[in-house]
Antibody
Framework: EVQLQESGPGLVKPSQSLSLTCSVTGYSITSNYWGWIRKFPGNKMEWMGYISYSGSTSYNPSLKSRISITRDTSKNQFFLQLNSVTTEDTATYYC???????????WGQGTLVTVSS | DVVMTQTPVSLSVSLGGQVSISCRSSQSLVHNNGNTYLSWYLQKPGQSPQLLIYKVSNRFSGISDRFSGSGSGTDFTLKISRVEPDDLGVYYCGQGTQYPLTFGSGTKLEIK
């Protein structure tokens, strides 16, 4: 059974970088697609980007050049880095795995990141 | 970006009843390959979202047949029959046809 677990700082200062790790067990990240999604206070959800089985990436243009998704196949982990954060980046961040026609079939439990000085 | 509009914002239903949630997209969700990548998710209180339906009407593994999806083009519906207490939470539609992938704003289901 695939399991995903997000980890990283819960508090980041404005203008700094947000870095999160998604640790995957039960399935290799060299298969399928692996994404990051965030949910803002309220109900709005935003797809941030993904990294594919081959290591290629796709990002939401709204995040422009602030985002980077990378991976470490030896540890079966993938990572999110979001630069120059503001308070508007305060959200719960989820990692997820696609399966076939479903882009987000399996989700991590989520991690709340607050951007505040 | 494809804008996903969900209605209603919230609804209340009695146990055993039936509800429908509507999701409309600002553009057709029919992909060049002929598939329509419209999914439904449920986020229960205190949990992460879970996939219910993919490609409009396909139930994900382990999902009850009380959940059904329908629609085409730009108009889609999620129906929940014989509502149970465990069905409460926020329901989202999401499209996977065009990048960036986008979600509806959510429909909160409450049990009377």
């Amino acid at each position: 059974e695939v399991q995903l677990q997000e980890s990283g700082p819960g508090l980041v200062k404005p203008s700094q970088s947000l870095s999160l790790t998604c640790s995957v067990t039960g399935y290799s990240i060299t298969s399928n697609y692996w994404g990051w999604i965030r949910k803002f206070p309220g109900n709005k959800m935003e797809w941030m980007g993904y990294i594919s089985y081959s290591g290629s990436t796709s990002y939401n243009p709204s995040l422009k050049s602030r985002i980077s998704i990378t991976r470490d196949t030896s540890k079966n982990q993938f990572f999110l880095q979001l630069n120059s954060v503001t308070t508007e980046d305060t959200a719960t961040y989820y990692c997820a795995r696609g399966q076939g026609a479903a882009p987000f079939a399996y989700w991590g439990q989520g991690t709340l990141v607050t951007v505040s000085s | 970006d494809v804008v996903m509009t969900q209605t209603p914002v919230s609804l209340s239903v009695s146990l055993g009843g039936q509800v429908s949630i509507s999701c409309r997209s600002s553009q057709s969700l029919v992909h060049n390959n002929g598939n329509t990548y419209l999914s439904w998710y449920l986020q229960k209180p205190g949990q992460s979202p879970q996939l219910l339906i993919y490609k409009v009407s396909n139930r994900f593994s382990g999902i009850s047949d009380r959940f059904s999806g329908s629609g085409s083009g730009t108009d889609f519906t999620l129906k929940i029959s014989r509502v149970e207490p465990d069905d409460l939470g926020v329901y989202y539609c999401g499209q996977g046809t065009q990048y960036p992938l986008t979600f509806g704003s959510g429909t909160k289901l409450e049990i009377k």
